[in-house]
């Protein structure tokens, strides 16, 4: 059994590079803050009515940090969405990702 996890965390570890630590990770007041440089693409509380982007309001907080990385290395490219990802730092994706994964329809938080 413990193996058999240790080869699962692993194949994680590649599969996900950065996500292990990070799960746990986020501030949700400093990615609230923070994410006021999203609204105009991605709207209030990442809820937005226009269908070029997407919703990021009750995304998995391991998809949002995977996604944004990847925008910031190079492996994901968008002429409008790469360039946002650049500026941000790791803290600021895991402040990022723990908000919008914490608000939307179906979530309790402010
Ligand atoms: C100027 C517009 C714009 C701004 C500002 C912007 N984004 Fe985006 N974002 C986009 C577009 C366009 C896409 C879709 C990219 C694609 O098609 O690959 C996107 C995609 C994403 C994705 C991938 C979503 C998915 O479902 O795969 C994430 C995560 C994301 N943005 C996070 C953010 C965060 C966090 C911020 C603020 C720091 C931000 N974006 C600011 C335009 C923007």
């Known amino acids: 059994m413990r193996a058999t996890a240790t080869v699962a965390m ?16 986020g501030d949700f007041e400093l990615g609230r803050a923070k994410s ?11 809820m937005t009515p226009n269908p070029m982007f997407p919703h990021l309001a009750g995304q998995n907080a391991a998809y949002l940090e995977v996604q ?32 919008f994964s914490s608000v939307g329809p179906l979530a309790d938080a402010p």
């Open 10 to 25: 692993a194949a994680m570890a590649v599969t996900f590079p950065g996500t292990t630590a990070a799960l746990a990770g």
């Open 36 to 46: 006021l440089q999203c609204v105009a693409c991605h709207g209030e509380r990442g």
């Open 68 to 99: 944004l990385e990847h925008f910031r290395t190079g492996q994901r490219y968008n002429a409008i969405m790469t360039p946002v990802a650049e500026a941000l730092t790791r803290e600021d994706i895991e402040d990022l990702a723990t908000y």
